[in-house]
């Protein structure tokens, strides 16, 4: 539990204080999407395969907390993520990314106080091929909402 505090207020206070390149707006949405992924993933590989767990086998509601760690995380990564790079850039960028996530993840393994997360089935090896994916998967949801808020104009004309 511990471990799961001081990783939140740790993500979320970088989340805030680095130069931002996102708008509120897309940092808003990007929120509002991890947490919906996030709980619609953990529904199935938590509570009905259970692959992994937060705390315990059960449905807490100390695992709420996970909910504010992964999406100051997702917009940290794509705050810098170089967009108008080469190919091999924008790999050795979610590479690294792929280091840290997988380390924070044998971290989070640890015996509490310190660690939160528990294995079933799921093991290291399965992160190491999902993270990329939903990595990829955000990528294309924030290009999407990027895209939409470029095509959406408000008339001046507008009343309310």
């Known amino acids: ?3 799961l505090i001081i990783a939140s207020v740790i993500f979320n206070l970088i989340a805030l204080k680095i130069k931002k390149r996102i708008s509120l707006n897309l940092m808003h949405h990007i929120w509002v999407f991890t947490i919906a992924f996030q709980t619609v993933f953990d529904v199935f590989v938590d509570f009905k395969y259970h692959g992994y767990w937060y705390f315990t086998k059960n449905i807490d509601w100390q695992a709420a907390l ?12 794509l705050n810098y993520f170089p967009y108008k790079k ?3 850039k924008k790999i050795l960028y979610i590479t690294g990314w792929e280091i840290v ?3 924070y ?6 015996p509490a106080p310190w660690g939160y997360f528990h294995y079933g089935w799921w093991s290291l090896w399965h992160s190491l091929v999902i993270n990329p994916i939903l990595l990829m998967i955000l990528l294309g ?3 999407w909402i990027v895209k939409l808020e470029k095509r959406s104009t408000v008339s001046s004309d507008f009343k309310y």
């Open 101 to 103: 996530l997988l380390l």
């Open 66 to 77: 996970a909910l504010f760690l992964v999406p100051p995380v997702n917009i940290v990564f």
């Open 105 to 110: 993840e044998v971290i989070a393994l640890l």
């Open 1 to 3: 539990m511990v471990g």
């Open 141 to 143: 949801y924030y290009k």
């Open 86 to 88: 080469t190919f091999m």
